[in-house]
């Protein structure tokens, strides 16, 4: 159906007492888990993001600001690190932004798609990522649909719209890390457009819908 799923940043260290541990983010755990699931059975292709950070890096602080700072999280190879147990892919192909390699037929092979990145904006973060998004395997005149939902989902989002993709955000399991549902108004503000080019904030290809209407307009189309 040309629909890629972004699974964004559901690791240990934002659930289970972690080190940035997200207010009321069990609310979200169930249509987290639920979601995951109707994905994987379905076997939709997804890319899983997950920080991978390294432990010296200049926007971790001791007195966080949660905007451009952040307490010390996701280090690489740590358990906090470590997707949450309801979502964890099983099978996947990894592309690493310290050693990544673009290997074409595996990437389309994979329903599975794990990149780590060494910053928040995993545009910046991992530098396969651009090839990878427009390299998966989807038909040139079938232009893939992007279906984003997890933690902190704003840069994901704000890059995809900027490259001219139509952005669907799951809105009951998107939450940013001070625990507040993602908003369109998060990114796109009459200050702040994805695009020079759009004078509105109403005109971006963005929609919200939540888990449960997605999976029924999926099973009826």
Known sequence: MGNIVFKIDLQQDFFTNG????????????????????????????INTIR???????????????????PKHCIKDTKGARFINEVAPKQYFLLNWDGGNLVFPEIHNNNNIVVTKKNIDVFEGNPYFESLIHNL????????????YGIDVGSTVLGLLRRGYKVTVIKDITINSNGQFFKKEDIITPKVSPDPDIKTKDSVDLEFITSSKFIDLWKTA
């Open 137 to 148: 395997g989807v038909p040139m005149m079938e232009r893939p649909s992007y279906i984003v």
């Open 52 to 70: 991978w950070f390294k432990e010296d890096s200049d926007f971790f602080s001791e007195l966080p600001d949660y905007n451009k700072t952040y």
């Open 19 to 46: 080190s940035v541990d997200i207010p009321n983010n069990e609310s979200i755990l169930e249509n987290l888990k639920l979601f995951s699931y109707f994905c994987e059975k379905l076997n939709i292709k997804t």
